[in-house]
């Protein structure tokens, strides 16, 4: 009969190409159980959108199936995401992620609906709050409009309304779009405040914060409140929306957030009669952003008709057509963005929290 020492030593040789060691002393292995010449074992992963979870699967099996006495193979793939490091402000919640951008308009909210459902689509359990104050864009994209969320009042807290497996709070569930848009600096500080701390999350594993265009008071706010795993930067490839993409990294840099990387939106335009790809804009100004930086690229999303009808129409592309290339996308972004937190998580870096005197 097969030893469970032989089963590790046969896992040994696959290397998790981010963390640059096996998966035994990573001590992703678990649970092996022998039942005479069946087998069967878990690979528990940092993330449940690991973009190599398949290829790893297929190595172990292959591997443990080569060993002698070995004729039945059962592989679970389970995943436990890791918490970033410091004071966890929002108990429950493991990660905190804006998405941001420097300008309006280039798609922040596409991006962080898209990037939250995907991820949610992978198993994790995920939030998106709506940070846009002045225009709350959420509701709508979410498919929630003039839907209100129950408030727990012995709790004193509000709960998330829920849809395509995603919890969302957004200002515009709770008044009227008109109201919000006359709010000053510190209503809006207030506002977000509450959004951050008073809403029931549960355990979330990532919750995506989308932060309103510029560099004001909303950032401000939310990086001395609460410890932010991450920033995701969206900019279009035009030589303006780059700029102020700067302007963004810059701040988040000042209050100690480190930027995960940067999605390039509209960055080709697709189209919708004959197929073809056409580059619009100048080319490679993301590529150089990042290199600049020493960020990466996390995706390239292009201009797609097909994108901005579904959020129109609230339902999200990745939602409504989970096998398009459009949904492929936003499922791969999914992926390198819980890969760059898994990685950045496993450094234990204490995130620090700006405190302003
Ligand atoms: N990749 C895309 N292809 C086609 N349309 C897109 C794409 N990304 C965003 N859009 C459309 O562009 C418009 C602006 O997008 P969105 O509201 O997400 O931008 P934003 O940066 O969040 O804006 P704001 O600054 O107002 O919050 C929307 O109509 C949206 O449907």
């Not at 097969?2 to 678990?30: C, M, Y």
């Not at 609906?113 to 995907?118: Q, R, Y």
């Not at 929630?144 to 515009?172: F, M, W």
Request: glycine share 8%; proline share 5%.
């Amino acid at each position: 009969m097969v030893a469970e020492s032989d089963i590790l030593n046969a896992l040994s040789v696959i290397i998790d190409p981010d963390f640059k060691k096996d998966i035994v002393s990573l001590g992703f292995v678990k649970n092996v159980v022998i039942d005479g010449s069946s087998v069967a074992f878990t690979i528990e992963l940092t993330t449940p959108a690991c973009p190599v979870k398949e290829e790893f699967r297929q190595a172990a099996d292959a591997a443990v199936s080569a060993l002698p006495g070995v004729e039945a193979v059962d592989i679970t793939m389970s995943s436990k995401v890791t918490a970033s490091q410091g004071k966890q402000a929002i108990p429950g919640v493991a990660n905190i992620i804006a998405i941001a951008s420097g300008k309006g308009g280039v798609g922040k909210s596409t991006t962080a609906v898209n990037l939250a459902v995907a991820m949610a689509q992978t198993g994790a359990r995920v939030g998106l709050l709506d940070a846009d104050i002045y225009g709350p864009s959420i509701p709508r994209m979410m498919g929630l409009a003039g839907y209100k969320p129950e408030i727990d009042h012995q709790a004193k807290r509000i709960c998330p309304l829920e849809n395509y497996g995603v919890k969302t709070i957004s200002i515009g569930y709770l008044v009227d779009d008109d109201q919000a848009m006359i709010w000053r600096g510190p209503m809006v500080a207030s506002a977000l405040g509450q959004l951050l701390t008073d809403v029931n999350w549960g355990d979330l594993d990532y919750l995506f914060i989308d932060m309103p265009p510029g560099t004001g008071d909303a950032q401000l706010t939310l990086t001395q409140k609460v410890p932010v795993t991450g920033a995701v930067m969206v900019t279009t490839p035009q030589d303006i929306a780059l700029l102020d993409c700067r302007k963004g990294i810059d701040m988040f840099k000042k209050s100690s957030v480190h930027t995960l990387g940067i999605v390039e939106n509209m960055s080709q335009f697709i189209c919708p009669h004959c197929g073809e790809s056409s580059s619009i804009f100048a080319e490679g100004g993301a590529e150089r952003l990042s290199q600049e930086y020493k960020t990466e690229v996390l995706a390239h999303i292009p201009l797609d008709i097909s994108i901005r009808e579904k959020a129109d129409e609230g339902i999200p592309i990745v939602a409504a057509a989970p096998d398009s290339k459009q949904a492929k996308g936003y499922q791969a972004l999914a992926g390198e963005v819980a890969r760059k937190i898994s990685i950045q998580n496993s450094r234990k870096i204490d995130i620090p929290i700006i405190v302003q005197g």
